[in-house]
């Protein structure tokens, strides 16, 4: 058990309104306009751009199993998602940082030491995943990076190493190679979701994915499908 939680250990370290004021309006070239200053910004602009808000339908299910299913879901996916959010933030650091330290044997030091910190912080958290919140993460980490956790594992150890966390992985159950695709793969859309509806509840912080894919198209598209199934 010891080893099938290192694995996680390693990916994670790799692991108020805007106040405005408004210009009457003034002809511009011919051109008439209604000109915004945003506070703290010189230049004058045509428009502000807001951030997308997304319209939330209400949760349906075709049966209590399935209602069930979402619930249980929502638990583990919330439950792991600061963890995928620090993974993406550390590897960020880490690379930046890296990219300042020429030596070799110094950039392993580095790395070394900043792993050391993050087991320190969070193994008696990550100790208490389950298997299935341990593969949710797994998707989350694909979702925040853009990288498996096998690719980590790969480009800051060893591919021998990352080879033997996969293997002890799937003892337990665990596809550390797995990716993240809500646009094909169900249960990944009703992640995405789940987050979405904690985004906007900000049950938690906002962190948007580096994946290219449009959530609220992705809604119509399985929304589509269920009915296509009933």
Known sequence: MIMAKQWVFTVILFVPFLLVSQVPEQPMDSVTER?????????????IALEEVYLFGKLEFGSYKEKLRYYILRRKTLKVYPYAKLASERLVSLNERLESIKSKRKRKKYTRRVQKY????????????????????????????????????????????????????????????????????????????????????????????VLDYDYASLTNKWAKSSKEKK
């Open 35 to 47: 000109l915004i200053i945003v506070e703290g910004d010189s230049i004058f602009r045509s428009s």
């Open 118 to 209: 993050i087991e320190g912080e969070f193994s008696d958290e990550l100790k208490k995943l389950t298997r299935t919140e341990g593969q949710i993460l797994v998707k989350l980490i694909y979702r925040q990076t853009g990288t498996t956790a096998f690719d980590l594992v790969k480009e800051l150890r060893s591919g021998w190493r990352a080879f033997w966390y996969n293997t002890t992985a799937k003892m337990f159950k665990i596809n550390i190679k797995e990716e993240f695709h809500p646009e094909l793969v169900e249960e990944d859309y009703l992640i995405e979701d789940i987050l979405q509806r904690a985004f906007a509840a900000n049950r938690l912080e906002r962190q948007e994915s």
